[in-house]
């Protein structure tokens, strides 16, 4: 590997997603790429006692599913990646305990998903032969724990999002014949002072210009190289505001950007607001739909940046702003 | 870098700890280590008003201390990884959002700091130049994010241990003179079935002996190879029951094996009961103390292996046990 300019890591060797998995939930289940997912739903406990509990089932299951339909058998996968959006992460440590396989547990709220890909990537570009990400969120654990008791029935605004229940998980090796992740440009934190919790999507937009910017600077690529460049979860608001930075930055996105919380649901009839969000958004669209599109070849090269936003309740209720971050990575046949 | 056995990497050329620095609260000022830390701080707000927004600070001022003490000018430093015990680890994101470099963020409860250390070793050794980790705790903020109101005087078992208010930040550089990681030995999720969440010594002792014995066993190193083998944080409970475990096993580390939270505190006169924990812990036992003995030869190798408890209080309350963590490092001269 090597380094491009500011952010970017370049691989010589670039390594494969040998398989991905994705199980969502009834929500999911009603939106329009529920035809992609390995698994959905009926109901938000699937057996389980809690939402948190559902939440590891539907992690822990999703990663079975991956390993399971990859072939590699589990004790050839060396290394694990895996975070989510509840406190101290317990989705992934519990829904994972079993699994037996050295974990480093991750954090990158929303970006969770990509920044577990890129350092897979790192793993696998430098000889680590299967590396596992995995992702999840829960609407019911996630609005039980950022914002009100879902029996309160609290009303939301437009510019809100829509946690996913769901999780995505890739297997990335060494050796493989594609899709490759063939950069990938970490991101910064970037503030700008928004504090509207349920305004994500403009406190994350600053966070995916500087992302985008640096990995066309770094790279010297356009955004026409790309067949599609899809966010994970700036939703429909934030979809508008990055849309229209990058513009005033000389960079015209429109005819091949789109976002994972604009897929996911159909937010015009689902309620939905501005769109999906949580760590599952990005985690199974990825894993379900695009790539799916990649392998059969209906996208050959995609950027998928994934937006996180780094706050939690009890920084919103100390009036400090919403810090974003946001990780792409190059995926390309 | 080349896998050896199960969970091990070695490092062909192995990465240099640059510097180190370290901020402690008032509690770590009247302990043993006190002349080790770069700064003490004579209460626990440091001039903020909550106790969230003073970890932010003392996670800031340490990596401001690492860097300008490394004599690295900031935009070498190419990569971040940092994580801290609070919810979203928000102490890492708001305390670094002004770092301007690309970040991942990390969590592996009270095991983050050597976490960091591995993931950053595994970037320098494959051609990046410079990689800062860093972590940090609150006694307070954990205090009340993990158990009861601090106004509440609530007691606290024999067993407990103390969340040293504090952060540890480390450079690791692709070239130096030492001292060097020339291994990492990555843990497993090991849940031994433990729900004490005051006894976490107890739940984080299996995975402790699990990471240890995988060490020994992929390095074909004995316990004697070590000057010292230092866990992060166990506690006084929790080394008892990991060097006993590890005697049964046939590794007899009593000579040589202590506990980072026994070092930071004199635990029979400060009231620290257990001892000391929190990813604070072993993060400026490191940065202070343990770095200065291995820069001044006082040590010249050392398995560094910091444990975490992957729980939260919602997976408490909700009746589940502790899932425990531990990462291992080798730093040799």
């Known amino acids: 590997m090597k380094k491009l300019g500011k952010q970017t890591i370049k691989f010589d060797n670039p390594p494969t997603i040998l398989e991905t998995a994705s199980i969502v939930g009834p929500k999911e289940l009603n939106g329009p790429l529920a035809k992609y997912f390995d698994k959905c739903l009926e109901d938000e406990f699937w057996g389980e006692k809690t939402w948190e509990k559902a939440e ?5 299951e999703t990663v079975n599913t991956v390993i399971g339909k990859s072939g590699v058998p589990s004790d ?22 079993e699994l037996n396989i050295p974990f480093f547990g991750i954090f990158g709220a929303c970006s969770t998903f990509v920044e577990g890909l890129s350092l897979a990537a790192v793993f696998a570009e430098n000889g680590i032969e299967n590396v596992l990400c995995a992702a999840s969120s829960h609407f019911c654990s996630a609005e039980k724990q950022f914002r009100f008791p879902l029996e309160l029935g609290n009303q939301r605004p437009q510019s809100a999002q829509w946690t996913v229940t769901g999780a995505g998980s890739a297997i990335v ?4 014949n594609g899709p490759y992740i063939t950069h990938i440009t970490t991101g910064k934190i970037v503030d700008m002072g928004i504090k509207d919790a349920n305004n994500m999507g403009a406190a994350m937009a600053p966070a995916a210009l500087s992302t985008l910017l640096t990995h066309f ?5 356009k955004p026409s190289y790309y067949d599609a460049i899809i966010t994970g979860d700036l939703g429909e608001v934030g979809k508008e505001i990055l849309t229209e930075l990058a513009l005033g930055k000389g960079y015209n996105i429109k005819s091949n950007y789109n976002d ?3 897929l996911i ?15 599952g958004c990005c985690a199974s669209v990825f894993s379900g739909y695009l790539f799916r599109q990649l392998r059969d070849k209906k996208l050959n090269r995609i950027l998928l940046m994934a937006t996180g936003a780094l706050t939690n309740a009890t920084s919103s209720q100390q009036g400090e702003s919403i810090p974003g971050i946001a990780h792409a990575i190059s995926i390309e046949l």
Not at 173 to 176: A, I, Q, R
Not at 217 to 221: A, K, L, M, P, Y
Request: glycine share 14%; hydrophobic share 20%.
């Open 56 to 60: 590891s089932k539907i992690i822990k």
């Open 173 to 176: 090796s060494k050796s493989g």
């Open 265 to 279: 649901f159909d937010n015009k009839t689902q309620d939905t607001h501005s769109g999906g969000s949580g760590c």
């Open 217 to 221: 600077e770094d790279t010297g690529r």
């Open 76 to 97: 050839k996968i060396e290394y694990c990646f895996a975070g989510d959006l509840l406190n101290q992460c317990i989705s992934s440590s519990f829904g994972l305990r």
């Open 260 to 262: 994972c919380g604009c």
